[in-house]
């Protein structure tokens, strides 16, 4: 909570209920964490990132929403993205940029289609390959300082509002300067 309060912006209420049971949700307010669809309870670690991924969906769908048919990938790429960022500033240790970027390297279609597009790789592009091209797009932009800044300012800009993928590139562009599309040319369709 305080290192998204800090990175991101300020959690609109008085109280966050953690319930640990149920399958890995999110609600405004609340969110539960204990198994994946028909697993057992999952470990200790995997409980924890559990956590602060549905603790992240707080900021990406409870503040900033998206259309979770056709922009799936807004929400659950940036809670991702943002849970990775908190690793990774609260160990210190450096992102493993080349192994992360070869999990995701067998996936050739673009992170956005509607869901009924995918196969039953769904999960691989929704969860897997959305954040993994945000870090590479901020691999390529200032690394972690720059994309926890960055946060901050499209949470200021988009908060109480919904986005989707043309936005978030417009965004992206105008923010970084960009000159063309080639940074989402592998992994988001722009009509
Ligand atoms: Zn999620």
Same mark, same amino acid.
């Given at each position: ?9 300020? %959690?609109?209420?008085?109280? !966050? ?6 399958? &890995? ?8 964490? =204990?198994?994946?669809?028909? @697993? ?7 409980? $924890?990132?559990?956590?602060? =991924? ?6 990406? *769908?409870?503040?900033? @929403?998206?259309?979770? %048919? ?7 790429? #940036?809670?991702?993205?943002?849970? &990775?960022?908190?690793? #990774? ?7 493993? %940029?080349? +192994? ?5 390297? =067998? !996936? ?8 009924? !597009? ?17 870090? /590479?797009?901020?691999? $390529? ?12 300012? *499209? %949470? ?8 989707? @993928?043309?936005?978030?590139? /417009? ?10 599309? +080639? ?9």
């Amino acid at each position: 909570m305080n290192y998204f309060q800090e990175t991101i912006g300020p %959690y609109p209420f008085k109280q !966050l209920d953690i319930v640990l049971d149920g399958l &890995g949700m999110e609600y405004p307010g609340i969110v539960t964490a =204990h198994k994946i669809y028909d @697993s057992g309870p999952v470990d200790p670690v995997v409980l $924890k990132s559990m956590v602060v =991924h549905e603790i992240a969906h707080q900021w990406f *769908y409870g503040m900033i @929403s998206n259309d979770p %048919y056709n922009d799936a990938w807004l929400d659950e790429g #940036f809670v991702g993205f943002a849970t &990775g960022l908190f690793h #990774f500033s609260k160990s210190k240790q450096s992102v493993p %940029y080349e +192994s992360v970027y070869k999990q995701i390297e =067998h !996936l050739e279609l673009p992170v956005n289609l509607p869901l009924d !597009l995918y196969e039953s790789d769904m999960n691989s592009y929704v969860y897997g390959k959305s954040p993994v091209m945000l870090w /590479r797009l901020f691999e $390529k932009n200032g690394g972690i300082k720059e994309a926890e800044k960055f946060l901050k300012n *499209y %949470y200021q800009f988009y908060k109480y509002k919904e986005i989707n @993928s043309k936005e978030f590139v /417009r965004f992206t562009k105008y923010y970084f300067d960009l000159e063309d599309d +080639s940074l989402f040319q592998d992994w988001l369709l722009i009509e």
